[in-house]
């Protein structure tokens, strides 16, 4: 029986695991560099003011306005920017 006469391994052939302190910051950086690849395709997927649909944001500028939160200058404008006329007061 050969097995019995080869000395013992003093050493490990892979690493120590890990304590959960550290295994829990390693898994928050993996995660930060997955999120990371992600960030492109999220923003790029994301509608950007130009293709908003036009009536829906007339709307949200019109609740604004309503609540005071713009004045009329600032809806006449948003709404001639939205709608991509030249002059604002036209």
Known sequence: MLFLYRPRETWMPFRMPR???????????????????RQHESAASMPDEASRDPISALKELAQLHDAGALTDEEFTAAKSKLLGADNPLA
């Open 19 to 37: 304590n959960l302190t550290q295994q829990r910051a390693y898994n928050r950086q993996m995660q930060d560099r997955f999120d990371q690849t």
